[in-house]
């Protein structure tokens, strides 16, 4: 074998230095399968190498956990002996090569490390965003995107039943794709990934091997420049008929007795499942690549190895269950092959055409990447909002009804719709509220669902943003009556060798752990994805939070449309109107500036566990959580819902009535009850240190500002409505 | 009232429609695999929505030659009630046992929302629990759902009654032929329909208008 040239090396994407620490883990120079073979378990998408000394500072651990992160997914306890298994994870740079494959193999990814741990997925999210409305490339990234997820979802038969999307320049060149998986499992029949055991058959099961996705890996570790374009070979092609008879055929397997441990076949592809399996399992692999099956002829082992081809699993079986596990993969007709044996060596060897073509020790490929403590720089506090920042002359209801409007805010009932959010017929809270929420099946209990994050916050200030990201996901749980359990965190940022990235990194991890600590609310499992930056430019700090609550009883299921006339309007919690960093800002004033609003966690904790006390007790009609546009954007989509309106009294604030309206503080939640309700409501409250005031009452065609200006239900609803089908449509000027 | 439900590869609301008809008849329908040549002596068969074969192909067409389809077909011109829903009614009209074609919806969108659907023929075993003209809500879930036919069948299925659910005015989610929602085969024991009434029996999933669908079929059958 030749001597590796440094060119060679350069392209598989490894310094120099890592390349030295390869030869010395290897004692001799790796030939150029096993050079690929670590480039990808190197890469920053495998090994976060980047992030990993930071992430071990997030909370793992609380009773209900049964599996913290570490294997393809986490996994909680919901009681009755059944388990909720999750995890989010990006496909972003693929989504911007290629937007329908992009999302769709997301979907497609983010499903199998679901249900390779034995669950069946019953919900999926996306936090999807995307760059500038008037950017010639968005729309058509829009459309590629929910087509792709609605493509693959709706024929995997899972509801796909909210998330977020977003716009802002800074995803110009880089959207974000995160997806977000929920199965169901039975507690004790959880399965991992450890091939422990001498003796044992690898198998092969799904689809074929073909040359698609080689280095996706690598590339996603990587920033973009021009020719991103040219790198759409890289991408993977999905196929979800596949994965439907996959999940079927595993979850048939997987009630009989026969697996060891399975893992899915993801990025990297079966060098990254085999290398962490047997790492995992203290064994080692002994693979023979003659009985792979491949799509194609003459692919080389180093092909095989670093395919990244879909709906693909690894399987050990407990010796002499490979009949009875053939039989339930012929059935649902895909492929199945022993392609190799569990050893006690500790090595992954691989076997092509009778020649030995890669030998390395399992744990360097899983367990010895660098790990790097990159130098960091926290940026400095945000300057304070000048006082005159905005007009306060300026009408509330026309700055309402804009609002609404902005795509930011406007309605994403054109996502939604094109996604099958009711199959499974367990959906008990559509996409449009606060969390969405499934029932589990055959029970009264319900699993709640939210995917949040204030990237404007977070660019401001990291820490802050971070802590806000994880509050807000708690409260749109609280906000359905549902009690927060734990998170799933898919962190989205640029190019970590730049220090102010690697500062907003540090920054958001530590703001994550401390608002999960403070709620009780732990990471379970999570993704990295960084060098999101085209020609230099990073996207905003993105750390998006995924979190599952359990409702113990659906039918005290909390929803936001206001339900009936007359009933009093109450806000929960403190407003002192904080504009900074405010859509109300952005979007009226033209200013992104400013702190982001801070976040209390233990008034967050306090008024959410008040809230989710009355929603329990069935006391309140209506809940929203107040979050992006305010009081009044809350209150207006609570009438929207409805289709009927209210009279409000904004609260008196030293800032002014707009700061009131439109200000963003957090742990806030408005709520409607009966006026006898609401008076003993706001007696509790006051006992229980909770601020709470009675804001107006519902009934009417308008929002009526007391002493102020009113807009019609029916003006709000046709500009909320109206700004995501025109602007697909190309029928507006994007900028409106 | 026995009743089967097939089960295609990449079927996937099979199970949604065995929890409704387990729910509303009380015995549990029969999972029968598409590799089966012959179905189990039932009252009804079930053809769920789903994607079979992925429908790479035109939705249904891999379904239509599938080995339990040939049992189906035999089935159905013996007079066995069948029930098609969503990829089930594209099987149907690839079969041939019912007229027509499903086409991409017209705005070349998956259309996934509730919808209005006025029930416009009650003399059948699927909908005499209804009443004439009366208008319920069941959701759509689906890409290729736009019916088409030509004129003269329009007109026949039109004469004949055999149109039972059709989408309410300006509520057409696919563009389907005069707003066409499901139809009847001739000998009035066939129906196709896109939208899901097994995703309605059930108050908490936003309401139960699905339900006498099934009870329909239970007092015609049992």
């Known amino acids: ?68 992160p570490g294997e393809n997914a986490g996994v909680i306890d919901i009681g009755d002996g059944d388990a909720a298994i999750f995890k989010m994870e990006s496909h972003n740079h693929p989504s911007f090569i290629e937007p329908y494959q992009g999302a769709a193999t997301g979907v497609g990814g983010i499903m199998r490390d679901v249900f390779t741990m034995g669950a069946r997925p019953i919900a999926m ?80 099961v799904g689809s074929k091997t073909g040359r698609d996705g080689i280095h996706g890996a690598t590339m996603a570790s990587a920033e973009f420049s021009e020719d991103s374009e040219e790198k759409r070979p890289t991408v993977q092609v999905g196929d979800p008929f596949t994965e439907k008879l996959l999940l079927e055929a595993c979850l048939e397997l997987m009630a009989t007795d026969a697996i060891v441990a399975i893992q899915d076949m993801g ?83 691989v076997k092509h055409k009778g020649q030995v073509v890669a030998d390395i020790p399992a744990h360097a490929l899983s367990e010895e990447a660098p790990i790097y403590e990159r ?33 930011d805010l406007a309605s994403r009932r054109w996502v939604w719709e094109q996604y099958d959010y009711s199959v499974m017929a367990d959906t008990v809270q559509s996409p449009g509220g606060d969390a969405a929420v499934v029932r589990v099946h055959g029970t009264n209990k319900g699993l709640a669902i939210s995917t949040d994050v204030t990237p404007r916050y977070c660019k401001s200030d990291a820490f802050e943003g971070a802590k806000q990201a994880v509050a807000e996901c708690w409260r749109n749980i609280t906000a359905v009556g549902a009690k927060p359990l734990a998170i799933t965190d898919n962190l989205n940022f640029g190019n970590p060798e730049k220090q102010e990235v690697m500062g907003e990194i540090v920054a958001s991890v530590d703001g994550i752990a401390e608002a999960c600590r403070a709620l009780d609310f732990p990471v379970i499992s999570g993704n990295c994805s960084l060098y999101n930056e085209t020609n230099g430019e990073a996207i905003l700090p993105t750390p998006a939070i995924g979190g599952v609550g359990l409702l113990a009883d659906v039918h005290r299921m909390a929803t936001s449309a206001f339900k009936r006339s007359g009933d009093a309007i109450l806000l929960v919690g403190e407003t002192s109107g904080h504009l900074g960093q405010s859509l109300y800002l952005r979007e009226i004033e ?83 009850a009966s006026q006898k309700e609401a008076d003993r409501i706001l007696a509790e409250a006051k006992a229980a240190r909770v601020p709470a005031t009675s804001i107006g009452r519902t009934g009417g065609s308008k929002i009526t500002i007391v002493g102020a200006q009113s807009v019609a239900v029916s003006a709000l609803v046709n500009a909320h409505e109206s700004w995501f089908p025109h602007y697909m449509e190309g029928e507006l000027p994007p900028s409106a | 009232m026995k009743s089967a439900v097939v089960v295609f590869p990449a079927s996937n609301c099979d199970r949604d429609a065995a929890v409704a008809l387990e729910q509303v008849a009380g015995e549990k329908p029969k999972m029968v695999w598409h590799g089966d040549s012959e179905l189990p002596p039932v009252d009804l068969i079930v053809l769920p929505g789903g994607f079979s074969y992925g429908d790479y192909l035109r939705c249904g067409a891999m379904a ?25 009614f594209q099987v149907l009209t690839e079969t041939g046992l019912l007229p027509g074609a499903l086409m991409r919806n017209a705005n070349l969108k998956f259309a996934c929302r509730p ?45 004949e009654n055999r149109v039972v659910f059709r989408y309410a005015e300006g509520d057409n989610p696919n563009g389907s032929a005069r707003n066409i929602a499901g139809i009847l085969n001739e000998k009035r024991n066939v129906l196709g329909l896109m939208p899901h009434p097994e995703r309605v029996c059930d108050p908490l999933l936003g309401g139960t208008d699905g339900t006498r669908l099934f009870k329909s079929l239970v007092e015609a059958l049992s």
Not at chain 1, 42 to 67: D, I
Not at chain 1, 379 to 403: C, G, M, V
Not at chain 1, 629 to 651: H, K, S
Not at chain 2, 65 to 88: F, P, T, W, Y
Request: hydrophobic content about 40%; overall charge neutral; proline content about 6%.
């Open chain 2, 115 to 159: 919808v209005g659907i006025v029930v416009e023929e009650t003399q059948s075993k699927f909908s005499r629990r209804y009443n004439k003209g009366e208008v319920v809500h069941f959701p759509v879930a689906h890409g290729d759902g736009n019916y088409f036919a030509d004129d003269d069948t329009l007109d026949c299925l039109e004469g």
């Open chain 2, 64 to 88: 239509a030659q599938s080995h339990i389809m040939r049992d189906v077909k035999k089935k159905a011109e013996q007079g066995v009630a069948v029930l098609g829903i969503c990829n089930g």
């Open chain 1, 1 to 68: 074998m030749n001597a590796m040239s440094p060119q060679t090396v350069r392209e598989h994407g490894l310094t120099d230095e890592e390349y030295n620490r390869i030869l010395k883990l290897m004692d001799r120079e790796p030939n150029l399968v096993e050079l690929g073979i670590f480039s990808v378990m190197w890469s920053e998408h495998c090994s976060y190498k980047s992030t990993r000394a930071h992430l071990r500072r997030l909370p793992t651990k609380a009773p209900h956990v049964l599996q913290g």
């Open chain 1, 590 to 672: 033209g200013r992104e500036e400013g702190p982001p609003p801070p976040v209390d966690l233990a008034a967050e904790k306090r008024n959410g566990d008040f809230v989710r006390g009355l929603i329990e007790g069935a006391r309140v009609n209506a809940v929203h959580d107040v979050s992006d546009g305010g009081l009044l954007v809350t209150i207006a989509e609570m009438a929207m819902a409805a289709g009927f309106g209210a009279d409000v009294v904004l609260p008196k604030i030293a800032a002014g009535p707009v700061p009131a309206a439109f200000g963003e503080d957090q742990a806030r939640y408005v709520v409607t």
């Open chain 1, 125 to 204: 999210m996306n936090a999807l965003r995307f760059g500038a409305p008037d950017h010639p490339k968005t729309r058509h990234l829009v459309s590629g995107v929910v087509r792709g997820i609605g493509g693959y979802g709706n024929c995997m038969g899972v509801p796909i039943v909210g998330g977020e999307v977003n716009f802002h320049r800074s995803y110009n060149g880089n959207i974000l794709v995160n997806a977000m998986c929920v199965g169901l499992a039975r507690a004790d029949r959880i399965f991992n990934s450890a091939a422990k055991g001498v003796g044992n058959p690898v198998v092969y």
């Open chain 1, 375 to 407: 130098p960091y720089r926290k940026a400095s506090a945000p300057a304070p909002l000048p006082f005159n920042a905005f007009d306060p002359s300026r009408s509330i209801a026309q700055s309402l009804q804009k609002l609404i409007a902005i795509p």
């Open chain 1, 267 to 349: 990025a990297a592809g079966l060098t990254s499942s085999s290398a962490e399996m047997a790492s995992k399992g203290g064994s080692g692999f002994e693979l023979n690549l003659d009985h792979v099956p491949t799509r194609e002829e003459g692919m080389s082992a180093y092909e095989m190895m670093l395919s990244e081809s879909q709906e693909r699993m690894l399987v050990i079986l407990k010796p002499g269950s490979e009949r009875a596990a053939e039989r339930i993969f012929r059935k649902w007709e895909l492929d199945f092959a022993v392609i190799g044996i569990t050893t006690d060596t500790g090595h992954l060897v």
